[in-house]
């Protein structure tokens, strides 16, 4: 039951990676000069929101997310319950990383900028219709210093918490081959230093144009 606990955490895990990707790579066009990016981004998100594929894609990211909260939780839980029963002393701090055993805080994290950032966003979008100018939404957002410093704060938690989570991911799933062990570990730590520093780097570029 564990092990598929652990495989569902891995797969939703790995697939908001992706959107985080593509959600990063749709978020570089903000970073063209400015009427530029003005047009291709209110292009892209409204091309986006009439596409039926897109659509379903993004339920299935809302349900990964709520899926990996839920696994994390009861994965957490069970491990902690188990090094209980295992270890008189606990040597976990000397055989893993402050990353790995805090995964659930970093989590945490992540997810109370989530809510921030769906309400910034996504809420307005959805429910007030306020989809004329998505491009001067951001822009806006980001001249305002408390939102800057969360959007940039909040880089650091994910990049830490998929520093570790792309590769136990590859672990869980059973892709952590001898062979690959360095490999993966440098992909998880270069996908991580990408997304944490592109996500960081959009807010502070807008702000001080
Ligand atoms: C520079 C930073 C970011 C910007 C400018 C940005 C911008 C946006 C915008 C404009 C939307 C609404 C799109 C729409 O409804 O048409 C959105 C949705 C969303 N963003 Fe971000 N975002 C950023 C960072 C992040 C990060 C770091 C995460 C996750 C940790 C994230 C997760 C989401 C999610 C889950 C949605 C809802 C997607 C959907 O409805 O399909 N975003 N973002």
Redesign the pocket.
């Known amino acids: 039951m564990i092990i598929f606990r652990k495989t569902f955490l891995a797969l939703t895990g790995l697939f908001?990676c992706f959107?985080?990707m593509a959600?990063?790579g749709?978020?570089f066009l903000?970073l063209l000069p400015e009427e530029k990016a003005r047009t291709m981004?209110n292009a892209y998100?409204a091309a986006?929101?009439g596409n039926f594929f897109?659509?379903v894609?993004?339920?299935v990211?809302?349900a990964c997310?709520l899926f990996h909260i839920f696994y994390a939780l009861i994965v957490t839980r069970v491990n902690q319950a188990a090094r209980k029963v295992k270890y008189i002393v606990n040597k976990s701090n000397e055989n893993s990383s402050w990353t790995s055993q805090n995964m659930l805080f970093l989590g945490a994290l992540?997810f109370c900028?989530?809510a921030i950032?769906?309400a910034?966003?996504?809420f307005k979008?959805?429910f007030r219709h306020q989809?004329d100018d998505?491009y001067q939404?951001?822009v806006d957002?980001?001249h305002q210093p408390l939102y800057l410093f969360i959007?940039v704060f909040?880089?650091l938690p994910?990049g830490l918490h998929l520093s570790h989570g792309v590769k136990s991911a590859f672990k869980t799933l059973g892709l952590y081959h001898k062979k690959y062990i360095r490999w993966i570990a440098d992909l998880s730590v270069f996908y991580a230093a990408v997304?944490g520093l592109?996500?960081?780097?959009?807010?502070v570029v807008?702000y001080f144009r």
Do not use: C, E, Q
């Not at 592109?198 to 807010?203: L, N, R, V």
């Open positions: 908001i959107f985080l959600h990063l749709a978020n903000l981004y998100s986006l929101r897109i659509t894609v993004a339920y990211n809302y997310i992540i900028f989530i950032h769906m910034n966003f996504w979008v959805k989809d998505l939404m951001v957002l980001f959007y909040a880089a994910l997304t592109g996500f960081a780097i959009i807010p807008l």
